[in-house]
């Protein structure tokens, strides 16, 4: 069965700071990966994803990710956080025969001004 | 274009009473899905549906009954709450099966109290 573990739970940063939070699925199949934001009060919104082709994805608001089948991981980073990226987000996979999204348990970033 | 939209945003039951929730969309997706989200444990599928007139179950589907009569809407009932079902209520709808690469587009949430 498919699994998404996010390790960071809660990630306090400060405006300027880089970012990474770690996401590892299992999961033996060919994936699509997910990166969703919620915002305070908002729906999810989708950030980036990846499917095929470069490992390497650029999303929305200047966040990337890099899908490494090895380590199997998809971790997001952006080089400079700021007040706005104050937000939960959540990984996700889905593989097989299956449209279904299993999301990982979320990180909640605090980016102090 | 509305999207995905929800009805109620916000509801508080008494333990037995039951509920519908909605979820509307105008994207003309086949697929459509209900979660909740509750702290610590992101979001959990309940239940599904891959068009008209088909639903299946999800990870977390007892106590909750659901609907898809027409293509751009999908129900969520509850028939007899309880204090466990107290969540936020996201409905998301996707377009036809591609391999799962597609993505899923959310409502902006339905969130449900049971006393």
């Known amino acids: 069965a498919q699994s998404v573990s996010q390790h960071n739970h809660h990630v306090i940063l400060s405006e300027a700071a880089s970012l990474e939070l770690g996401c590892n699925y299992s999961?033996?199949?060919?994936?699509?990966l997910f990166w969703y934001v919620q915002y305070p009060g908002q729906h999810l919104q989708l950030l980036l994803k990846y499917f095929s082709g470069d490992p390497l994805v650029k999303g929305i608001k200047g966040f990337e990710a890099e899908f490494i089948k090895s380590k199997f991981s998809f971790n997001l980073r952006k080089p400079s956080v700021q007040w706005s990226d104050t937000a939960e987000y959540f990984c996700a996979v889905s593989g097989g025969a299956t449209n279904k999204l299993i999301f990982g348990t979320g990180t909640l970033l605090a980016v102090q001004p | 274009n509305a999207g995905v939209t929800q009805t109620p945003k916000f509801r508080v039951l008494k333990t037995g009473q039951s509920m519908t929730l909605l979820c509307a969309q105008d994207?003309?997706?086949?697929?459509m899905y209900w979660y909740r989200q509750d702290p610590g444990m992101g979001l959990r599928l309940i239940h599904y549906?891959?068009?008209?007139?088909?639903?299946a179950k999800g990870e977390v589907p007892d106590g909750y009954n659901v609907s898809r009569l027409k293509k751009q809407n999908f129900l969520l009932g509850l028939e007899s709450a309880a204090p466990s079902q107290t969540s936020v209520y996201f409905c998301a709808t996707q377009t036809g099966y591609s391999g799962g690469s597609n993505t899923q587009y959310f409502g902006p949430g339905t969130r449900l109290t049971v006393l």
């Open positions: 999961y033996g199949g060919t994936v699509n």
């Open positions: 549906s891959v068009g008209e007139g088909t639903t």
């Open positions: 994207m003309n997706h086949e697929y």
